[in-house]
Nanobody
Framework: QVQLVESGGGSVQPGGSLRLSCVASGFTLNSYAIGWFRQVPGEGREGVSCISSSNGWTHNVPVVKGRFTISRDNQKNTVYLQMNSLKPEDTAVYFC?????????????????WGQGTQVTVSS
């Protein structure tokens, strides 16, 4: 059974940091690209960051570039999203999602498996 489980969300003040984890089970993570998305109520899922399977190529959207870093530990079957210099507009539910091999933009329909999400709240 393919499963992704996110953790690490929480409440922080502006300028703070969080590290999200996405643990995969039921499949070998190193054959999949993993994307992080976020969603606020009433809006669609917004792509944030992605890491490809083979060469570890990464891509961050401009609004998080320089603040968020995606990485993977294939031995632990885990992908991380380190989020620094958090802003109130980063508040959302964050999801990880998997698709075979390479990142291919941030169309949610191109990702096959999804986690349940973890809430991130940035507020003073």
């Amino acid at each position: 059974q393919v499963q992704l489980v996110e953790s690490g969300g929480g409440s922080v003040q502006p300028g703070g940091s969080l590290r999200l984890s996405c643990v995969a089970s039921g499949f070998t993570l190193n054959s999949y690209a993993i994307g992080w998305f976020r969603q606020v109520p009433g809006e669609g899922r917004e792509g944030v960051s992605c890491i490809s399977s083979s060469n570890g190529w990464t891509h961050n959207v401009p609004v998080v570039k320089g603040r968020f870093t995606i990485s993977r530990d294939n031995q632990k079957n885990t992908v991380y999203l380190q989020m620094n210099s958090l802003k109130p507009e980063d508040t959302a539910v964050y999801f990880c999602a998997a698709r075979p091999n390479a990142c291919s933009g941030f169309d949610p329909g191109r990702y096959d498996s999804w986690g349940q999400g973890t809430q991130v709240t940035v507020s003073s």
